[in-house]
C-alpha cells in the first residue's frame, strides 16, 4: 500500500514545497551580488532568528488553512500573549513568573476554542468569526492597558527563548524547528494530518465517513492559537516588553508565507515544510528591502508585486503539470 | 409583500436594527434630531458604506477583496492632488478619482481571472502595492481638496444630509436597474453555481472582471467621499476600511460564499457598525472599554444571525452552506 | 405503453444533417471518452442516444453544447464546419442543450434563470414578452405551480426539471438536446413533456435524446444510436431491433444473468436491528421494522416519502427523534457517523450521492479507501484492502490517482470498499446503482448476495424497482413517512410496488415487519 510513498516524494508536491526555497536562494544569491553582507553568517543567523517569530504563527496558520479555514485572530493573541506573559514576569511573585509562558499558551488555544465555538458549532465563516474575535482581543488589552504601552518587562526564560544561541544557532530558530518536527509527527500519526485535508477538501463527505471534524477543528484552533502565542512571547522576549499593536504586522506576512509556500489557500492541499520556506522568503524579501533602505512606498509595491509574481509562477508550473 | 420580506429577510431585519439604533442615538445625542447630527452621521456611514458596497460587488461573485481599503487611500490620495481649482477642472478630478478604484479593480479582477489565483491572496499583495503607490502620492497626510466642493458634497440640501440623497440616487438609479439587467442576474448566477452560469452561456471571465472592477469603482467613490469629509490627503487610512468592510457586508445579509444578498443589505450593514460606534461615543460609557463592547456586540450579533444552525434537526444540513 | 412510431414515416429524412460530427475524438489526459465518432443528427426527427455511463453520451452532449471541445475531429453545422469555443456559441447557433446536471441558478427566481443568458438579455433588460413566453411554455408541462419568483433552491428536482425544460424551449432551439431530461418526473408530466417535444420536431426542430428508461426511448425516438466504450456503435430505427438485441450492441455481450439468485434467509439467523415507532419532524411517522443477520431489506417507494430520513436516523444524523431502537444489541440511535461506525453498532453507509457526499473527488483512491477506517477499532490490515478490491475487480492505473480520474462505476466500487474494509454488520446502501453502467452493476449485485450469505444485514434503498424485486428478501415500501406496504415473496412484484407507492393499496393494517 506505501511503496507509492516513494512515488510521492517526487511527486508535484515535493515541487510546490521546494519552490519558496529555490525562490529563497535565488534571491539571497541575487542580492548579495549589490551587497556582499548578505551572504555573512551573522546576517544569515540574524534572519533565522527574525524569522522564527514568524515561522511558529505560519506553522499554527497552516493547520487552520489545510482545513479550508482562516484565523484572522493572529494579531491579538500575539499581542495578548505578550503582554500576558510580560505581566507575569514583571510581578514580584515567583510563581507567576514561572507560568508566564505556560499561561500565554494557554491563553492562545483558550482562543482557540473560542473560535472554534464560533466556526464548529455557529458555522460562522472563519474570515468573519476570527476578525470578531480579534476585535474583541483588542478591546479587552485597551481596556487592561489603557492604551499605553503595558507594564511588564520579559523574563530570563523569554529572552533566551528569543535571543539565546546554542552552537552559534539560534535559541529561537531551534524552537521553531522543534516546533515543526512535533506538530510533522502529530499531523502524520493518527491520521491527524489526512483528517485535515480530507475536510478542507469536503468536510460533509468526512463527516460521514465517520469522523468527529468538530474535534479537529477545534484542536485546530487551539494548536495555531498556541502558535501564536508563542509568537507573542518570542517577540516579547526579543524586545523585552509588549507594546501597542504588535501583532499587526504580522497577519499578512503570515498569509502570504503559507500560500506561497504551496498550501491552498481553500484547503486540503498543503506542507508544513512549504511554509517553512514561505516564512524564509518572506522574511529574506523584507530584511533586504529594508537593509537596501528602500522607502516605506516602494517596500510595498516591491513585496506586493514579486508576491503576485510567486503565484504567477506556481499558476504556470500547475498548468505545465 | 410576504414573498418580498421572505426573499429579503435578511435586509428587514437589518433595517430594523438599524431603525432601532438609530432612535436609541437620536435620543441619547445631546444636539437630538437636528439635522447637523444627521448629516455628520450619514456623512461617516456614506463613507463606510461605499467601502461595504465595494466589498459586495466581489464577494457577490464569491471573491473577497483586501484591498478596498487601500483603494480608498490611494483614491483619497489621487483626490487630494486632482480635486482642487474649479468648475471644468473638479468634474475631470472627480473622474479621475474615480477612475483610479476603477483601474484598481480591474487589475485585480484581470489577475484572478487570467492568473488563476485566488482573490484573498490576489488583493492581499495588491493592495501592498496601492497602498506604496499611495505613499509615493503622498508620503505624509497633506493636500486640499476645494473646500466649496467639498462643503457642497457633505453638507445638505433642504434639510436632508446630501450624503442620504447620494444613496437614494445610487440605489435607485444605479442599483435597482442593475439588479433586473443581464449583467446584475450573471452577477448573482456566477455567485450560486459557476457551473450553471456557464452552461447558460454567460461569459463567466468577463462577468467576474467587471464585478471586480465595479468594486474598484466604488472603493474609488469611497475614497473620493471620504476626500470630501476630511479635506486631506492620507495614506494611512487602509486597513480599517477593510476589515469594517467585510464585517458590513456580512451583517447586512451577504453571504461570503457568493450569490447570497444585495447593495441594500450592504449600505444597511455599514450603518449599523456606524452607528454603534457613535452610540458608544455618546453613550457616557467608560472610553476606554467602547472597544470592547463594540467587538461584543458585533461578535454577539453575528452569531445570532447564525443561531439557526443550532436548531438544525438534521445534522447534514449545517454542510449546506 | 405500446411504441409509437408515427415518427418512422419521417425516416426519409432531410440528406443534409443539421449537425454532424466528423471523426471526432475527446482526450482527457491519457483516457479517452470518446473515439473517431461519426455522428450526425437532422432536423425534424427525434433521435435518441443509449449507452451505458462511460460510453461517451455526456462527452457527446458536451462537445454539441459548446462546454468542451473536441481533441480532434470536426463539427459541422449545415454541413458548415464550426468551432463550438463556448456554450454562448452553441447557443448563439441554435443548438440548446437541457444538462443532466441542471444548468439552474439556486439562488436566483425561476423567471431570472428563465432569462439567464437568453438571446439579447446580456446586458439588456427582460422583455413582458419573455416572461409570457416562459409562463405559457411552463404551463404547457404541468408547472401550473411553479411562480415565476420562487427562488430555484425551493423546487423539488421535479419542479427544476420542468423549469429546465421551459427554459430549453423558451431559447428556440434548431438542435434541442436533452440529457436525462425526465429522470425525476411523473408519468403524466413526462407524456406532456414529450407531446411538446413532438410538436418542436413536427415543426422543424431536431431533437436528440438519452435517457436510461428505455420505456421512453421506445414511445418517442424516431431513430436510435447506441454507443459503448467511446465509440459510435450502431444508428438504426426505432422497431428495428428489439430490446435483447439493443443490451447486446450497448454491452457487447449478451447478458445471461443480471441478477443472482437470492439466498434463502437462514432461520437461526439473529435480529440485527430492531425499530419500534421511530418518527421525526414529521417526515417519518411511526415506522417499525426488524432485520436478521443476512436479510436484504428493501425500501422504496417514490421519492422524499420518508425512506431516506430513516436511513439518515440510523446513521446518527437526526436529531430529536422518538421511538425505540436497538442495533446489534445497543439501545439506542448513534448520535453521529462515527458512533454509527462503531464496532459495537456496526454501521456503515455508502450514500447516493458518491461525488459531493461518498467520497473526496480531490483525494486519491488510497485517501479514500482509508477514511472510514483510520483509527477504526477493525483496524484493517493491506490484506483486506487488496482482497475487496479484488474482489470487486477495481479498475485503476495507480492507487495514488485522485478517485475523480474513475469512472462513475468504479467510483461506486471505491466508495463500497471504504465502508466493507471495517467489517461492518449491517450495510446501507442508498441508490447504489444510480449511474453505473451495467457491468459493474452485475458486479455489485453478485458482491450483495455474497454479503447475504455472509451474515452481513443490508438495507437497499432503490428507486429502480427490478433491483428490490430481484435483491431483497422483503420491500417497505413508504408513502408520506410511514410503509403502507410490505411485500416479500410472491406478493414481491412490479404492480404491487407501483400501486403502493402511489398509496393505492387499500390495506387498512398499518404494515409492521
Partial sequence: MSNTATARFYSAEFFEAAFPYVATVLMILGASTFFPEFLSANYLLQQMQIAAFLGVIALGATIVILLGHIDLSVPWVLGGAAIISTAMAGSDNAILIALAVPAALAFGALVGVVNGIGVAWFRIPSMVWTLAVNSMLLGVAVLNTGGFNPKGEASPLMVTMASGKIAQIPMAFVIWMALALILFVFLKRGGYGRYLSSIGFNEKATYLSGVSTLRVIFSAFMIAGACSALGGVLLAGYANQAYQSMGDPYLMPTIAAVVIGGTSILGGKGTLAGTIGGVAFITLLSSILSVMQISEAWRNIIFGCIIITMLLLQTLRRKRV | MLDLYKHHRRECIAFIVLFALLSLYIATHPRGASTYVMTIWANQCLILALAAMAQFFVVLVRGIDLSVGAIMALSNCVASYVLVGSGIDLFYGSIAVVLTGTLCGALNGLIVVYGRIQPIIVTLATGSVFIGIALLLRPTPGGTINYDFADAMTLDIAGIPTAVIICAVLLIGFWIPLRRSGLGRAFYAIGSSEQAAFQSGISVNTVRIFAFAMGGTFAGLAGSYFSYVTATGDAGIAANFTLNSIAAVVLGGVALSGGVGSLVGALLGACILKTISSLMFFSGLPPLAQPLIEGVVLAGAIAIGSSEVLRMKNRLQVFDR | ?513
Avoid at chain 3, 275 to 300: A, K, P, Q, Y
Avoid at chain 3, 304 to 314: D, I, Y
Avoid at chain 3, 345 to 353: F, Q, R, S
Wanted: hydrophobic fraction near 40%; charge should be negative.
Fill in chain 3, 1 to 513: 405503453m405500446p411504441p409509437t412510431h408515427t415518427g418512422s414515416s419521417r425516416l426519409k429524412t432531410n440528406t443534409t444533417p443539421l449537425v454532424r460530427l466528423e471523426n471526432v475524438t475527446k482526450r482527457y489526459g491519457a483516457t479517452v471518452a470518446v473515439s473517431n465518432v461519426d455522428f450526425a443528427c437532422h432536423s425534424r426527427e427525434i433521435h435518441a442516444v443509449l449507452g451505458e455511463n462511460g460510453a461517451g453520451k455526456s462527452t457527446l452532449m458536451k462537445l454539441l453544447s459548446g462546454v468542451i471541445q473536441p481533441t480532434e475531429g470536426k463539427l459541422y453545422i449545415d454541413e458548415t464546419p464550426v468551432v463550438l469555443s463556448s456554450p454562448r456559441k452553441a447557443i448563439d447557433l441554435g443548438l440548446i442543450c437541457m444538462f443532466q446536471e441542471l444548468s439552474l441558478v439556486p439562488d436566483l427566481s425561476v423567471k431570472e434563470n428563465l432569462l439567464l443568458g437568453g438571446k439579447g438579455s446580456a446586458y439588456g433588460f427582460s422583455r413582458q414578452t419573455d416572461r409570457q413566453l416562459a409562463r405559457t411554455l411552463l404551463d404547457q408541462i404541468d408547472g401550473h405551480n411553479i411562480k415565476l419568483s420562487t427562488r430555484v433552491s425551493e423546487l423539488s428536482l421535479a419542479e427544476r426539471q420542468q423549469v429546465e425544460i421551459a427554459k430549453a424551449l423558451s431559447r428556440k432551439p434548431r438542435l434541442l438536446i436533452l440529457d436525462e431530461a425526465t429522470s425525476a418526473l411523473n408519468a403524466s408530466v413526462v407524456e406532456k413533456v414529450f407531446e411538446l417535444i413532438r410538436v418542436q420536431r413536427d415543426s422543424g426542430t431536431g431533437i436528440l435524446f438519452i435517457s436510461h428508461r428505455f420505456h421512453e426511448i421506445e414511445a418517442i425516438a424516431d431513430k436510435i444510436s447506441v454507443f459503448r466504450n467511446g465509440a459510435h456503435i450502431d444508428t438504426f430505427a426505432n422497431g428495428e431491433h428489439d430490446y435483447p438485441a439493443i443490451i447486446n450492441k450497448m454491452v457487447g455481450q449478451t447478458l445471461t444473468e443480471l441478477f443472482p439468485s437470492l439466498p434463502p434467509l437462514s432461520a437461526a439467523a439473529k435480529t440485527v436491528l430492531n425499530i419500534d415507532s421511530l418518527s421525526w419532524n414529521s417526515i417519518v411517522n411511526d415506522i417499525s421494522l426488524t432485520m436478521r443477520e443476512g436479510e436484504i431489506l428493501g425500501l422504496g417507494g417514490l421519492d422524499g416519502q420518508g425512506q431516506s430520513s430513516v436511513m439518515q436516523a440510523l446513521f446518527g444524523l437526526l436529531k430529536g427523534t422518538t421511538g425505540q431502537v436497538a442495533i446489534n444489541g445497543t439501545g439506542d440511535l448513534p448520535t453521529s457517523p462515527k458512533s454509527a461506525k462503531s464496532l459495537q453498532t456496526g454501521l456503515a453507509w455508502v450514500p447516493e450521492d458518491r461525488k459531493a457526499e461518498g467520497l473526496i473527488l480531490d483525494q486519491s483512491i488510497v485517501e479514500n479507501m482509508e477514511l472510514a477506517a483510520l483509527g477504526h477499532a477493525s483496524n484493517p490490515d493491506s490484506t483486506v484492502f487488496s482482497d475487496l478490491m479484488q474482489a470487486l475487480d477495481l479498475k485503476y492505473r495507480s492507487l495514488d490517482q485522485p478517485v475523480s480520474d474513475l469512472s462513475g462505476g468504479n467510483q461506486q466500487k471505491v466508495a463500497l470498499i471504504k465502508w466493507l474494509v471495517i467489517s461492518p454488520k449491517c450495510l446501507l446502501l442508498s441508490d447504489p446503482t444510480r449511474g453505473i453502467d451495467v457491468k459493474t452493476k452485475t458486479q455489485i449485485y453478485g458482491l450483495l448476495k455474497t454479503l447475504s450469505e455472509s451474515g452481513m444485514a443490508v438495507i437497499l434503498l432503490s428507486s429502480d424497482y427490478e433491483e428490490l424485486i430481484h435483491l431483497c428478501h422483503k420491500v417497505h415500501i413508504f408513502y408520506d413517512g410511514t410503509v403502507v406496504e410490505s411485500l416479500s415473496g410472491e406478493s414481491l412484484n412490479a404492480q404491487n410496488i407501483i400501486a403502493a407507492s402511489l398509496n393505492m393499496h387499500q390495506s387498512a393494517a398499518p404494515a409492521h415487519a
